[in-house]
């Protein structure tokens, strides 16, 4: 039995793996790093214990000070008797630190886009050295890690790959980000009626109170728009409200969460459209939390911004749930590689959202069908094929 590590869970990704890879015979294990995100730790993303045997903290710092100062011979000590490492964060830096090729890197964002390069770095800092030191690990341990696994999902993203000239393979696939078994409709209905969380009996009464429930959970960052984060959340506030005018359903809810850098321009644009009492806001919530919310939704909003996307988080956890999804995709980008792409409204614009979300309200019995085939998508791309692709990976390793 091949013995894996998975290094770092930002979004709560490699546990999702970690998973997906023990219920197909391989001995996973995640080592989490320090500074981790609470709301993206283990317990966050399930409803037992089950996972403590496997998953342990490795010491990794996520800092410049904590890279310069971690010694190689620990490093060396933790990677011992593994025969396959999965990375994302700054696992690329931490193996090339002490030699040792990354079998697979898989990115999430910034460890792609930013971290790898000297030029997006501020370099009057008094920590400008090692910042410079594990820019330089981090760059060279993603262009020589045996394999990178990532959609060609805009030009914009692929093009910070395309740059560091690595040296491997290249898998233009979709990570599996979930851990979609343990989240049947039985078993999120139960969790519901048990649970105690505030979250979940506001989200309950809003349910019991509401005609029409919209949910967004993306982080809010929309004053920028040249921005590679510009999210579009203003859209969906304003086409929400259009929305609301133009089909007098004043028992619609939004549910939106106190995450980004402008969520008080939201709230302050919410207040000037007059819809304080339809908005809902939640403090950063966990996964388990977050998808037994999208369960008591009728519809969920990603992103609407100038950049398109296949797959992300949120809106892999709306597929999950089946449930129809709003949301901007350039689909000429995909066709070539995909028989069919899972059904969504599209939307850019403030009127294409209300038009969205009056159709959808106004036809449920479409909406229902369009979770139902974005779930199958979800099963087959994501799921299923995702999962062959990084297994290969690891059989071909010798």
């Known amino acids: 039995m091949k013995k894996i590590l998975l290094i770092c869970n930002e979004v709560n990704n490699f546990f999702s793996l970690s998973r997906h890879l023990r219920d197909n015979g391989f001995d996973a294990y995640l080592y989490l790093m320090k500074e981790e995100t609470t709301h993206f730790s283990p317990e966050a993303d399930s409803f037992d214990d089950d996972h403590k045997h496997y998953v342990h903290s490795s010491g990794f710092s996520r800092l410049p000070s904590g890279f310069f100062y971690f010694p190689k011979k620990n490093i060396e000590e933790i990677i011992l008797g593994f025969d396959f490492i999965i990375g994302c964060g700054l696992a690329p830096a931490y193996l090339n630190k002490v030699g040792?090729?990354?079998d697979l890197f898989?990115?999430?964002?910034?460890d792609l886009d930013y971290q790898p390069y000297f030029n997006k770095k501020r370099y009057f800092n008094k920590k400008i050295f090692k910042i410079l030191y594990m820019?330089?690990?981090?760059?060279m341990g993603i262009k020589n890690a045996k394999f990178v696994m990532m959609s060609k999902t805009n030009e914009n993203f692929f093009s910070y790959y395309q740059r560091l000239g690595h040296t491997g393979r290249l898998i233009a696939n979709i990570v599996p980000l979930i851990y979609d078994k343990q989240y049947s409709q039985s078993r999120?209905?139960?969790?519901?009626?048990?649970s105690s969380s505030h979250f979940l009996r506001q989200m309950t009464s809003i349910r019991n109170s509401s005609q029409f429930i919209v949910f967004h959970h993306c982080r809010h960052e929309w004053d920028n728009q040249d921005s590679i984060n510009y999210k579009g959340n203003e859209k969906l506030i304003?086409?929400?409200?259009?929305?609301?005018?133009?089909?007098?359903c004043i028992d619609a809810s939004l549910i939106m969460f106190e995450n980004g850098n402008d969520k008080k321009k939201s709230k302050g644009l919410i207040e000037k459209l007059n819809i304080l009492d339809n908005v809902h806001w939640f403090p950063v919530t966990e996964r388990k939390e977050i998808m037994c919310g999208i369960s008591l939704s009728d519809v969920g909003v990603g992103e609407l911004g100038e950049l398109s996307w296949l797959t992300y988080s949120t809106v892999c956890e709306f597929m999950c749930m089946s449930k129809p999804i709003i949301m901007f995709r350039d689909d000429d980008l995909y066709l070539d590689d995909f028989e069919s792409l899972y059904p969504i409204h599209n939307a850019?614009?403030?009127e294409q959202v209300s038009e969205a979300l009056t159709k959808l309200f106004n036809d449920k019995s479409s909406a229902d069908q369009m979770g139902m085939e974005s779930k199958?998508?979800?099963n087959k791309y994501v799921i299923d094929k995702g999962l062959k692709e990084i297994i290969n990976a690891i059989e071909s390793n010798q």
Do not use: A, C, M
């Open 376 to 378: 199958k998508w979800f």
């Open 106 to 110: 898989i990115p999430y964002g910034s």
């Open 100 to 102: 040792r090729r990354l």
């Open 188 to 194: 999120i209905k139960k969790y519901i009626n048990n």
């Open 348 to 350: 850019s614009t403030v």
């Open 238 to 248: 304003k086409g929400f409200k259009s929305f609301i005018d133009r089909t007098e």
């Open 135 to 139: 820019t330089y690990h981090q760059k």
